[in-house]
């Protein structure tokens, strides 16, 4: 089983759509959850952290499921421009602090 | 917000040769920077994490001998891909780690493309 696992899509929604996308993670001693997205032939970026009680950045919103295992990303309002691959990364705190990246959610928004 | 840079961006090798990626984090000082490979449609691997002043720690099924890191100083390490192969080919990305906000952020370099031919 990998460590951080994601439905790779590809998800093909219009502009405006609402879209979530969800990610496990093995490892219950997990500490800290990012959102990164990457674009295409580039490094990623970080998009937002992810804590317990939920967080929402504009028109994304991510929460964390500690019991489950389980976080998820909302995006509002579907742009062009989100059109990109998310990545679910996990920092199990260890004494490297170590990232472990899923494979990546790809996003196609279209007009 | 912190930069980190790579150099080159891209490079093309004959087979057998060495390649040397430079990873700087240009508005802080980073004692901790990772290495990551990315092949096409997949996802980010830890190659190894540098340490500023001793020994890379590498990942399992890495090569210690034919990717060599060192980490001389607190703004650069550096990746080299010894006798480099076509399977090597692969997208390189340094990132670089900064305690300066509340937490800890990792900053990515915009990476490296590394055909061997």
């Known amino acids: 089983r990998k460590e951080v696992e994601q439905d790779p899509g590809p998800f093909n929604v219009p502009e405006g759509a609402t879209v979530a996308f969800n990610c496990t993670y093995s490892?219950?001693?997990?500490?800290?959850f990012f959102w990164y997205r990457q674009d295409c032939r580039k490094e990623p970026k970080l998009l937002m952290s992810v804590y317990s009680s939920g967080n929402e950045d504009g028109r994304f919103t991510a929460q964390l499921n500690r019991a489950s295992q389980y976080i998820s990303l909302l995006i509002r309002d579907s742009k062009l421009s989100d059109s990109a691959t998310y990545l679910c990364v996990v920092n199990i705190g260890n004494a490297g602090n170590m990232l472990t990246f899923g494979g990546g959610t790809r996003l196609m928004v279209k007009p | 917000g912190a930069v980190v840079s790579q150099h080159p961006s891209w490079v093309i090798c004959k087979s057998g040769t060495s390649v040397k990626i430079e990873c700087r984090s240009l508005?802080?000082?980073?004692?901790?920077m990772f290495w990551y490979r990315q092949f096409p449609k997949q996802s980010l691997m830890l190659m190894a994490t540098?340490?500023?002043?001793?020994?890379?720690?590498?990942e399992q099924g890495v090569e210690k001998d034919k990717f060599l890191i060192n980490h001389a100083s607190l703004t650069l390490s550096t990746l080299t891909v010894t006798s480099a192969h076509p399977e090597d080919s692969s997208f390189y990305i340094c990132?670089?780690?900064?305690?300066?906000?509340?937490?800890?952020?990792?900053?990515f370099g915009p990476g490296t493309r590394l055909l061997v031919l």
């Open positions: 990132s670089a780690r900064d305690w300066r906000p509340a937490g800890e952020t990792q900053y």
């Open positions: 508005d802080f000082q980073a004692t901790t």
């Open positions: 490892n219950s001693a997990s500490q800290s």
């Open positions: 540098s340490n500023e002043g001793s020994k890379a720690t590498y």
